[in-house]
């Protein structure tokens, strides 16, 4: 399995802009599908968002599109999340994970999971 480690989770007003990375451990990490989940305060774990491993394929949940954009660099072992327009419903634990399954959005597939950031969105 590889090790992953999020970070760039913070406060910031609605409307704001924040950019999450997730580090990875390992030389495998082109192998693996990578995707961001969320969790809100009383709810389940949701999808954000997934990369294929070349980077060619993306995926979002409705609730992002057209907000969030993701993205990797496998030469830096580095998946992002750039978050625009937030608002205070984006308000959650964020975490990176990782799976060799093409099943992208499904939550169940992932193996590896960081041990998440926090994002605050304030109204």
């Known amino acids: 399995q590889v090790q992953l480690v999020e970070s760039g989770g913070g406060l910031v007003q609605a409307g704001g802009s924040l950019r999450l990375s997730c580090a990875a451990s390992?030389?495998?990490?082109?192998?693996?599908?990578m995707g961001w989940f969320r969790q809100a305060p009383g709810q389940g774990r949701e999808f954000v968002a997934a990369?294929?491993?070349?980077?060619?394929?993306?995926y979002y949940a409705d609730s992002v599109k057209g907000r969030f954009t993701i993205s990797r660099d496998n030469a830096k072992n580095t998946m992002y999340l750039q978050m625009n327009s937030l608002k205070p419903e984006d308000t959650a634990i964020y975490y990176c994970?990782?799976?060799?399954?093409?099943?992208?959005?499904?939550?169940?597939?992932?193996?590896?999971w960081g041990q998440g950031t926090q994002v605050t969105v304030s109204s």
């Open positions: 994970a990782a799976t060799r399954a093409a099943l992208p959005t499904l939550r169940s597939a992932y193996n590896s």
């Open positions: 990369i294929s491993w070349s980077g060619g394929s993306t």
């Open positions: 390992g030389r495998t990490f082109s192998t693996y599908y």
